[in-house]
T-cell receptor
Framework: EAQVTQNPRYLITVTGKKLTVTCSQN?????MSWYRQDPGLGLRQIYY???????DKGDVPEGYKVSRKEKRNFPLILESPSPNQTSLYFC????????????FGPGTRLTVL | DAKTTQPNSMESNEEEPVHLPCNHS???????IHWYRQLPSQGPEYVIH???SNVNNRMASLAIAEDRKSSTLILHRATLRDAAVYYC????????????FGQGTTLQVKP
C-alpha cells in the first residue's frame, strides 16, 4: 500500500533532550516536506527536500534540522527541544515538486515539557 | 510572500453544491493554486490544483478568476464526509516546493 509513515505517533519529552521523528515513504517520491500544525495558525512548512541531499527552509525552520540521505526517508531532528515546539507534525511527499499531489502522513503529536 | 484569504467557516446542506472562495490578490504568474482538505484527526489530503484554467476531477472543480486574484473550490454535491477544513494554498514559486497554508475554511455539512 502506498503510504507515508511517521514514527512515533505520540511523544512526550522534556526540554533539551534530543529527539528524531522519522518519516518514510514507499512511493519513490523525490519531494518530501515537514509541517507543523498549531491551533489558530494552520499548517506551516518547516523544511522541504527536492531530492536526496537537497534540503531547504520553509516558513518556520528555527530549532529544527533535517537530512535526506536516502530518497525514502526524511527525518526531522530537534537537537534541543523547547516547549514552543509542542505541536502536531506532518510529513508529506510527492513525486516531483509541490505542483504534484502531496501525500501526508498520519501525524506525530509532540509534547515538550 | 503571496497569501490567501478564506472565510473562517461555511455551512452547507447535504446533497447541495458548495462554493468555497479564496482570495489571493498578490499571486504571481508562476504560483499554482492548490486545495487540500483535512478531515478530523487526519493529515491533509489533496483535492485539486490549477494554474490558469478551470479544473475538474472526481472530487471537485476549481474555478480560477481571469485575473487569478481569486478562485473557488466547488463541491457539486456535499456529503457528510466532506465536513473538513479546506485549505487554499499557493505554491510560493514554481519548482521550489515552498507551500504556504492559510487558515482554511471549516465546512460544516448538515444532514
Amino acid at each position: 500500500e502506498a503510504q507515508v509513515t511517521q514514527n512515533p505517533r505520540y511523544l512526550i519529552t522534556v526540554t533539551g533532550k534530543k529527539l528524531t521523528v522519522t518519516c518514510s515513504q514507499n512511493m519513490n517520491h523525490e519531494y518530501m516536506s515537514w509541517y507543523r500544525q498549531d491551533p489558530g495558525l494552520g499548517l506551516r512548512q518547516i523544511y522541504y527536500s527536492m531530492n536526496v541531499e537537497v534540503t531547504d527552509k520553509g516558513d518556520v525552520p528555527e530549532g529544527y534540522k533535517v537530512s535526506r540521505k536516502e530518497k525514502r526517508n526524511f527525518p526531522l531532528i530537534l537537537e534541543s527541544p523547547s516547549p514552543n515546539q509542542t505541536s502536531l507534525y506532518f510529513c508529506a511527499s510527492s513525486f516531483t515538486d509541490s505542483t504534484d499531489t502531496q501525500y501526508f502522513g498520519p501525524g506525530t503529536r509532540l509534547t515538550v515539557l | 510572500d503571496a497569501k490567501t484569504t478564506q472565510p473562517n467557516s461555511m455551512e452547507s446542506n447535504e446533497e447541495e453544491p458548495v462554493h468555497l472562495p479564496c482570495n489571493h490578490s498578490t499571486i504571481s504568474g508562476t504560483d499554482y493554486i492548490h486545495w487540500y482538505r483535512q478531515l478530523p484527526s487526519q493529515g491533509p489530503e489533496y483535492v485539486i490544483h490549477g494554474l490558469t484554467s478551470n479544473v475538474n476531477n472526481r472530487m471537485a472543480s476549481l474555478a480560477i478568476a481571469e485575473d487569478r486574484k481569486s478562485s473557488t473550490l466547488i463541491l457539486h454535491r456535499a456529503t457528510l464526509r466532506d465536513a473538513a477544513v479546506y485549505y487554499c494554498i499557493l505554491e510560493f514559486s514554481s519548482n521550489t516546493g515552498k507551500l504556504i497554508f492559510g487558515q482554511g475554511t471549516t465546512l460544516q455539512v448538515k444532514p
